[in-house]
């Protein structure tokens, strides 16, 4: 049974982060992890859509709002396990590895002086935050890091349905499957299905230079995080909202793996946000 605590506060009368302010707050939290990442020798690189928005905007997407930064599995534990020692500032790093209340196998790394609600199960309170997804070596086999992929999509299917948010719009039957879903999930320790989730995608950690690698443990796109490893191998300097930092050398190919034909942008109605939280400021 999920025994996690709740450590929630309440929000009442404190000011909202507006847009702009969320923006530069993330943009803060990526400096001081370009800063640290090049002072410690860990690499990582610009993702999904922050790439997406460096190549083709040389900032945010216009209508995105994070950022999303990978980095390999043996970058990923070193980042998890310095970024927060002697910190004498307010940014911190959670993840599974450190914080056992954790509700994702991507860590974020947030500025504590704000705290925002997402719309999704969230058990403990963070501020605004940058992704830092790992990055797993897979196979030299296609099909064996599609039946890794395909198994971490299953283990993750009752954590999707915690996730879902509860809403009183819904058809009589759509809240009666809603709820007795959730009565089920009651018994299922999301923590144990995360370790379980991470280890599945580290089953290959022992191939160093392995054909495949992705982001298996969050699996965000499915099968389609299996890409072939040497399009992480090199990275370059790219520039993002006036600033130089990370980017795999091969991002063309990532991006047009990913999302097709990534310079044209999607039409109007298309053009929306997949974020849904509220941010504050504390002091």
């Known amino acids: 049974m999920n025994n996690s605590k709740n450590n929630l506060k309440d929000l009442s009368g404190l000011r909202r982060v507006t847009e702009k302010e969320q923006k530069k707050v993330m943009l803060d939290i990526l400096n001081k992890i370009h800063s640290f990442c090049v002072d410690n020798g860990i690499e990582y690189c610009l993702a999904y859509g922050t ?165 298996a443990a969050t699996s965000i796109y499915g099968v389609k995080e299996i890409v072939e490893s040497v399009w992480y191998k090199e990275i370059v300097e790219m520039e993002f909202e006036g600033k130089m930092y990370y980017a795999p050398k091969e991002y063309d190919k990532i991006l047009t793996h990913f999302y097709g034909d990534y310079m044209t942008p999607p039409p109007i109605d298309k053009q929306i946000t997949h974020h849904s939280f509220d941010a504050f400021w504390v002091d």
């Open 51 to 215: 790439l997406l928005g460096a190549v083709r905007h040389k900032g945010f997407i216009p209508w995105d709002d994070d950022v999303d930064i990978v980095m390999t599995r043996e970058n990923y534990n070193k980042f998890i396990r310095t970024f927060n020692t002697n910190r004498a500032d307010d940014y911190t790093v959670v993840s599974v590895e450190n914080d056992e209340d954790y509700y994702m196998l991507a860590a974020k790394v947030y500025y504590k002086k704000t705290i925002l609600r997402e719309r999704i199960y969230n058990p403990i309170d963070i501020g605004v935050y940058v992704d830092v997804f790992p990055v797993d070596t897979l196979s030299n086999d296609y099909n064996t890091a599609k039946k890794t992929i395909d198994r971490i999509q299953r283990l993750y299917r009752p954590i999707m349905l915690m996730s879902i948010e509860k809403r009183d719009d819904r058809s009589f039957i759509k809240r009666v499957v809603y709820n007795c879903g959730m009565f089920i999930l009651k018994f299922i320790d999301r923590r144990k299905q995360l370790v379980k989730i991470n280890k599945v995608a580290q089953s290959y950690s022992a191939i160093k230079d392995s054909t495949y690698s992705g982001a």
